[in-house]
Nanobody
Framework: QVQLVESGGGLVQPGGSLRLSCAGSGSIVSIDIVGWYRQAPGKQRELVAIITRAGSTNYQDSVKGRFTISRDTANNTVYLQMNSLKPEDTAVYYC????????????????WGQGTQVTVSS
C-alpha cells in the first residue's frame, strides 16, 4: 500500500521551532508535487507550502520567511521546517502528493497522510 506518514508534531512555545517529516512508504519510485496543508479547529484545510519534483517552492503569505519546505528525493521524504511559530499556526498538518509512481501499483493519485498535530502555546 502506498502511504504518506507525517511525524514531528508536538507542543511548542511561541517563537519556537518544529520540523515536520512526510515519508512515503511502499514500492515508491518517485513522488511528484508535495504540499503541506493545515486545518485548525472550525476552519477549512489550507495550503501552507508546496514543492515540485524539481524543487521549486511556494508558500502561503502568512508563513513566508518562517517556514521552509524541502525534500530528500532519494528517501521519498519531504520536510517542513517551521520557525518563529505563532499560536495561529496551531493546527493538524497534513502532507499530500498529487501523484506517486509506485513500481507495483503504477500511478497513484491524490495521496494524503494521516496528519500530525502542532500546538503553539505558552
Amino acid at each position: 500500500q502506498v502511504q504518506l506518514v507525517e511525524s514531528g508534531g508536538g507542543l511548542v512555545q511561541p517563537g519556537g521551532s518544529l520540523r515536520l517529516s512526510c515519508a512515503g512508504s511502499g514500492s515508491i519510485v518517485s513522488i511528484d508535487i508535495v504540499g503541506w496543508y493545515r486545518q485548525a479547529p472550525g476552519k477549512q484545510r489550507e495550503l501552507v507550502a508546496i514543492i515540485t519534483r524539481a524543487g521549486s517552492t511556494n508558500y502561503q503569505d502568512s508563513v513566508k520567511g518562517r517556514f521552509t519546505i524541502s525534500r530528500d528525493t532519494a528517501n521519498n521524504t519531504v520536510y517542513l521546517q517551521m520557525n518563529s511559530l505563532k499560536p495561529e499556526d496551531t493546527a493538524v498538518y497534513y502532507c499530500h502528493a498529487d501523484l506517486i509512481f509506485d513500481s507495483k501499483r503504477g500511478r497513484v493519485f491524490d495521496v494524503w497522510g494521516q496528519g500530525t498535530q502542532v500546538t503553539v502555546s505558552s
